[in-house]
């Protein structure tokens, strides 16, 4: 399991999102999450994440988040409905964890089948 946390470090700009746990891709325990994967498949913010409100750096965490989850598909598909039902209500400091987003998944699969 991984576990995603956030702790803003500014009032504006790009915010780093840490990541820890259990690791199958190249990331390492306790580096941050890159946007660069989440932003080849859609560029929402050039800039990278952010949280708290329903803009585009919101956005780019969300299909960041799903896509470390769940295949491209899935992850296009529900991130922003993820967006408004958590990243835009996520506080100066959050966490989340691959469990959690992969049950919200699963349930929303359900739900709108």
């Not at 470090?9 to 259990?22: A, K, L, N, T």
């Not at 991130?79 to 987003?101: M, R």
Request: hydrophobic share 35%; charged share 20%.
């Amino acid at each position: 399991m991984r576990t995603y946390s956030g702790s803003r470090i500014s009032d504006g700009g790009p915010q780093p999102v840490m990541v820890s746990g259990e690791f199958l891709s190249p990331l390492k325990d306790g580096q941050f999450l890159s946007p660069l994967r989440s932003q080849v498949l859609y560029n929402h913010s050039p800039d990278g994440f952010q949280w708290g409100y329903g803009g585009s750096g919101p956005a780019q965490l969300a299909l960041a988040l799903l896509l470390d989850c769940s295949p491209e598909e899935l992850a296009m598909r529900h991130h922003q409905a993820f967006k408004v039902e958590f990243v835009a209500n996520w506080g100066d400091e959050w966490q989340i964890t691959s469990t959690e987003i992969r049950a919200w998944i699963a349930r929303r699969e359900t739900e709108t089948q």
